[in-house]
């Protein structure tokens, strides 16, 4: 065995494995974000049936209303736009968590916060309507799978929101510690999901109800 194959007295991994270094395990980071995506494609799985269920029962009405003769486009769009702008000013205060920027995080987590509560408001707003125009969740196969699919997506972002005002308190009260910082990692990814949710929602839902 050559001199080259020891550095100090002890083998050097750069040599002893072909030119290549040796890897360690895997920061406690990117095992966590692993393990979260998982739990993200097991509630994205849900979500597949219920568009599944969505769009076997579009169809029946039962005498009632049509998507096209509900929906209210406008506002659906009002809706989009408020989680998309939340989605790229919580994209920001991940930003600024990462560069150790309190004020900043908490800027961009508030306003992602305020976005997220209009989006909710909106929505609550049409299912108040729906409900008083008679086209509740009990009318129709079809307005029963249009509440629990929406509904449930809304849902997610009231627990998404709480999420992140636990986390806004968190970063305050102890700063950007690791273990909190993988935690924020999570709720990013989650919020972030949701978005694409939506966006397919927006899309299978109200355009192509509307237009059907």
Known sequence: ???????HGHGDPYHLHGGRPQEGPASKRIVTGYGFWIFLLSDIVMFSCFFAAYAVLQGQTAGGPKGSELFDLKSVAAETAFLLLSSF?????MIAADVRS???YQIGMAVT???GLGFLALEGREFADLVGRGAGP???AFLSAFFTLVGCHGMHVSAGILWLLTMMAQVFAKGFRADIMRRL???ALFWHALDIIWVAIFSV???FGSAA
């Open 89 to 93: 000013t919580c994209g920001l205060a």
């Open 1 to 7: 065995m050559t001199d080259a194959t020891f550095v």
């Open 185 to 187: 990692l999570c709720f």
């Open 205 to 207: 839902v109200y355009l």
């Open 138 to 140: 009990t009318r129709s």
């Open 102 to 104: 309190l004020r900043w």
């Open 113 to 115: 916060c305020l976005f």
